[in-house]
């Protein structure tokens, strides 16, 4: 994979990070009927709407009526699912700038250990230190199976999703290169001159990322 600046690592990631989320979304659905149901004494909730809210849900709700001090949240599921995409693009980001600077994370086995660390910090860490679940010795095995699972789905997405981006990066910027450089070249020659100064770019560009790979 060809080196990125920063900024287009970062975005590459949320890209992908967003990507990575909805396959989980689509996971977690395609998968309802054979997720375990955690036991209801694993987790004593410190407000009582908790009782009825999935995580995402409590942080939409504190969002809106702690921080924002709006009305109550009219409508919850949407509202999780938007604190679930801007949670896994909040990650990709993460992955990006990582994966960036060091290509072997962009292959499927950096995705998906990216994945698991993901699972880890985020289910483990996160969720237990923000009061929204109960810390990991309190779920049985096969809900830690379920959710490495899901974190599996949402690592090889978003490897998947910024290998792509980064292979259609030298194509776009030699497009995009040759438009603005041509645009006042007589429209008889503009063809012509596109494809040479296109090809100019996408041999220019693997050099500038050789040489950065080496300085």
């Known amino acids: ?18 990507a990575g989320a909805l396959a989980q ?9 054979l997720a375990p149901q955690p036991p209801r004494e694993a987790f004593a ?13 409590t942080v939409a709700r504190r969002v809106t009526e702690q921080l924002a001090l709006r009305g109550p949240l009219e409508h919850p599921a949407a509202a999780s699912q938007v604190v679930h995409l801007a949670f896994g693009s909040a990650w990709g980001s993460l992955y990006g700038l990582a994966a960036g600077t060091l290509p072997h994370l962009g292959t499927l086995k950096g995705g998906l ?9 985020s289910d483990d860490v996160l969720l237990p230190a923000f009061r929204l679940s109960a810390w990991p010795h309190h779920y049985p095995v096969k809900s830690h199976l379920y959710a490495i699972a ?5 690592g090889a997405v978003v490897a998947s999703t910024f290998a792509a981006l980064g292979r259609a990066a030298t194509p776009a910027a030699a497009a995009l290169g040759s438009l603005w450089v041509t645009r006042r070249v007589p429209r008889l020659v503009r063809p012509t001159a596109r494809r ?16 950065l790979a080496l300085t």
């Open 25 to 33: 979304s689509l996971f977690f659905a395609g998968t309802r009927g």
């Open 113 to 121: 250990t990216f994945g698991m660390v993901v699972w880890l910090v």
């Open 196 to 211: 040479a100064v296109d090809r100019g770019i996408r041999l220019a560009l693997p050099v500038r990322d050789a040489w």
């Open 150 to 154: 899901a974190h599996a789905v949402y």
């Open 1 to 18: 994979m060809s080196l990125r600046s920063p900024l287009g690592a970062f975005c590459a990631g949320l890209a992908a990070g967003l």
């Open 45 to 57: 909730p410190v407000e009582p709407e908790q009782r009825e809210e999935l995580p995402t849900q």
